[in-house]
């Protein structure tokens, strides 16, 4: 394979954080593993990404001062850290664009010198965010590439976890189609790649060039050795992990679970905090089930993968979410997740790994999602068989190595030395 010059844009790549920063930090250096990249950040980024060291051509650093100061107070004074806050995503388009303009004027001599091959932002990864290099590529000497992208989720109807999450500013999303280098950022792009159904679907009048990848990814240090291994414990060891707020919809978990849970065939762990703590904790009383529920708070990532490594089933009801990076470590780990058949855990999981419950309504998704822990607590062969098979998918699909792989063929198709490859959504490749 030949390696490619690439000049990556991540501006909040950061190996020393969560989320988003995280997971682009983990996709820019295992394609640096690939190809020679030269990584272009903000300045706030800048010593944990050198402390990290990973194998960059360069670090590349745009140097915005008081608009760096001013973003900085705006997250802590006006949004209070949320960063689910879609107000705060709207926020940050100006800060965006001043960021890629000025990592333009820095870097647009040595671009037009050849020095590199392609261009690719991976971050941010919301759609609503347009490139401004896409505009300065569009007739330039290298093919610009974007994503994986995503968003777009609606708020389903009939559960009232999805209204209490939704926001003023959700009404007003698709406004973005109207804001500065919107239509040019995809008209502009030589690939779009994405990482849901949803957004695929949202961005079709580019099918000729849009690609899957998915948003997330595991190092394949986390792959368990030994996933199949039989428990200690013969009780079902079910998890929850994420943050506890409205739409990730713990209730219906635990109501899920209860059955179980009051007969002492499972034992049941929380493992995160949020707004929703309080009430999930009156939930468990009311439903009998206090001795049978541990509620850990947030804890360390070693924590998590140990805690992950000792549980059975992931048990991940979320009615809105893109990504979804708990369900890659529950599959590395062996642990059988079940999830809601929405967004970013709808498309990972299939019927060889896990389950996927319909979200129809609260009531029924709650009966189908009790089945299917019942079938498992008196199947351990058919538990064993799953966990093998989601290891096995892990190691094969779902490491940043893959990752890398497969974002490399898209960039090999940009520049023309490969041919296009054929990367739909998993749902058009695992339905019936």
């Keep these: 394979m030949t390696r490619l010059r690439v000049l990556l844009l991540g501006p909040d790549c950061d190996p020393e954080r969560v989320s988003i920063p995280f997971v682009t930090y983990c996709h820019a250096a295992a394609l640096a593993q690939l190809h020679d990249v030269t990584l272009v950040a903000r300045s706030t980024v800048e010593d944990a990404l050198r402390r990290a060291k990973a194998p960059f051509r360069s670090i590349?650093?745009?140097?915005?001062?008081w608009l760096e100061r001013l973003y900085a107070w705006s997250l802590r004074r006006i949004f209070r850290y949320n960063y689910t806050s879609q107000a705060l995503t709207a926020f940050g388009y100006p800060f965006h664009l001043a960021f890629e303009w000025c990592a333009w004027r820095q870097l647009w001599r040595r671009v037009l010198a050849g020095e590199f091959d392609v261009a690719l932002r991976i971050v941010p990864t919301?759609?609503?965010?347009?490139?401004?290099?896409?505009?300065?590529?569009?007739?330039?000497?290298?093919?610009?590439?974007?994503?994986?992208?995503?968003?777009?989720?609606?708020?389903?109807?009939?559960?009232?976890?999805?209204?209490?999450?939704?926001?003023?500013?959700?009404?007003?999303?698709?406004?973005?189609?109207?804001?500065?280098?919107?239509?040019?950022?995809?008209?502009?792009?030589?690939?779009?790649?994405?990482?849901?159904?949803?957004?695929?679907?949202?961005?079709?009048?580019?099918?000729?060039?849009?690609?899957?990848v998915p948003e997330n990814g595991v190092s394949p240090g986390q792959c368990s050795q030994n996933g199949s291994a039989p428990r200690q414990d013969s009780k079902l060891q079910l998890i929850f992990v994420g943050y506890l707020i409205p739409c990730k919809a713990c209730d219906l978990a635990l109501r899920a679970a209860a059955p179980l849970l009051r007969s002492?065939?499972?034992?049941?762990?929380?493992?995160?905090?949020?707004?929703?703590?309080?009430?999930?904790?009156?939930?468990?009383?009311?439903?009998?089930?206090?001795?049978?529920?541990?509620?850990?708070?947030?804890?360390?990532?070693?924590?998590?993968?140990?805690?992950?490594?000792?549980?059975?089933?992931?048990?991940?009801?979320?009615?809105?979410?893109?990504?979804?990076?708990?369900?890659?470590?529950?599959?590395?780990?062996?642990?059988?997740?079940?999830?809601?058949?929405?967004?970013?855990p709808g498309d990972v999981v299939h019927p060889e790994v896990g389950y996927k419950v319909p979200l129809t309504n609260?009531?029924?998704?709650?009966?189908?999602?009790?089945?299917?822990?019942?079938?498992?607590?008196?199947?351990?062969?058919?538990?064993?068989?799953?966990?093998?098979?989601?290891?096995?998918?892990?190691?094969?699909?779902?490491?940043?190595?893959?990752?890398?792989?497969?974002?490399?063929?898209?960039?090999?198709?940009?520049?023309?030395?490969?041919?296009?490859?054929?990367?739909?959504?998993?749902?058009?490749?695992?339905?019936?």
């Design 60 to 65: 590349e650093v745009v140097r915005m001062p």
């Design 126 to 212: 919301t759609a609503v965010l347009p490139s401004p290099f896409a505009f300065f590529l569009r007739n330039g000497p290298i093919p610009f590439v974007i994503g994986p992208i995503n968003g777009g989720l609606p708020y389903v109807q009939g559960f009232s976890q999805a209204n209490n999450e939704k926001q003023w500013v959700s009404s007003l999303r698709n406004l973005y189609r109207f804001l500065p280098f919107a239509r040019s950022t995809y008209r502009s792009s030589a690939a779009i790649i994405v990482a849901s159904s949803q957004t695929y679907a949202e961005f079709r009048a580019y099918h000729d060039k849009l690609f899957f």
């Design 264 to 344: 002492e065939l499972a034992h049941f762990t929380v493992v995160g905090d949020g707004p929703e703590r309080s009430r999930l904790e009156q939930l468990v009383r009311s439903l009998g089930i206090e001795k049978a529920v541990s509620f850990c708070g947030w804890v360390s990532r070693a924590e998590v993968l140990t805690r992950l490594q000792s549980a059975d089933v992931l048990v991940f009801p979320s009615v809105r979410d893109f990504g979804g990076g708990v369900i890659f470590e529950a599959l590395a780990t062996g642990v059988v997740p079940v999830v809601a058949d929405f967004g970013g």
């Design 362 to 432: 609260e009531s029924e998704f709650v009966s189908q999602m009790e089945k299917i822990l019942t079938e498992l607590s008196g199947n351990r062969e058919l538990l064993s068989r799953l966990r093998r098979q989601a290891i096995s998918y892990a190691w094969e699909r779902l490491t940043w190595d893959a990752k890398a792989q497969t974002t490399t063929r898209v960039l090999n198709w940009a520049v023309r030395r490969g041919p296009k490859p054929d990367l739909p959504p998993p749902k058009m490749l695992y339905s019936n």
